[in-house]
């Protein structure tokens, strides 16, 4: 089956330093992405959509200059939180949707990036 | 009102139970998506839907377009299958659930 991945799967970083976090989808092609986060016992919450070759789409209430989202490759698509701050933990999870065959329209979720802001 | 909504949202059983867990959903949809997160975190798709019934392994998914309903069902449950059970429909984007813990218990 189609498999995303995630590096790191978990992270400890200074407050003000900036983490990137890499969503990859392995054996299929995905022009779009997207970006999770979830608060401990809460559900998924949108934060952007990204789109190989163009800007992201963020949400309302996501600020774009914090949360840097790069599709640069129909595999790849990547999210540097910027200037991170103990509020910015949190569980990062991303999802591809396929573009053809047996993926096509169906979303894939990574296994999810811990981040913790110390 | 959520735009998806989950029940029960706990659940506890025995090895061998037979479980179900329903969604109901208010809008629209393309699609609606059965979800297993692990309390490592991970997510795994189970099932998307857009009629019918699918069916893998001991899982059953089943879908009332015009009552805007789904059901998960879990056959001869076991301990493993304890995890949280999320509910999510394609609409204009993915709108999720707020889940369904379920524990069981051997």
């Known amino acids: 089956g189609a498999v995303v991945s995630q590096h790191p799967s978990w992270v400890i970083c200074k407050s003000g330093t900036s983490v990137k976090i890499e969503c990859r989808s392995l054996?299929?092609?995905?022009?779009?992405m997207f970006w999770y986060r979830q608060f401990p016992k809460q559900s998924l919450m949108l934060m952007a959509t990204?789109?190989?070759?163009?800007?992201?789409?963020?949400e309302q209430g996501v600020e774009k200059d914090k949360f840097l989202i790069n599709h640069a490759s129909l595999t790849l698509s990547t999210l540097t939180v910027t200037s991170a701050h103990p509020e910015d933990s949190s569980f990062y999870i991303c999802?591809?949707?396929?573009?053809?065959?047996?993926?096509?329209?169906?979303?894939?979720f990574g296994p999810g990036t811990r981040l913790t802001v110390l | 009102k959520n735009e998806v909504e989950q029940s029960p949202q706990n659940l506890t059983a025995q090895e061998g139970e037979f479980i179900t867990i329903n969604c109901s959903y208010s809008?629209?949809?393309?699609?609606l998506h059965w979800l297993q997160q692990h309390p490592g975190g991970g997510i795994v798709s189970l099932f998307m839907l857009s009629s019918g019934k699918k069916k893998h392994g001991r899982l059953i998914a089943t879908i009332n377009i015009q009552e805007k309903h789904s059901s998960l069902h879990i056959t001869a449950s076991h301990p493993r299958d304890s995890a949280v059970y999320i509910c999510a429909v394609t609409a204009d984007k993915l709108i999720f659930g707020t889940g369904t813990r379920l524990q069981v218990f051997p």
């Open positions: 999802s591809a949707r396929g573009t053809s065959g047996s993926t096509y329209n169906e979303q894939f």
């Open positions: 809008v629209g949809i393309s699609a």
């Open positions: 990204s789109n190989e070759g163009s800007k992201a789409t963020y």
């Open positions: 054996d299929f092609q995905a022009t779009t």
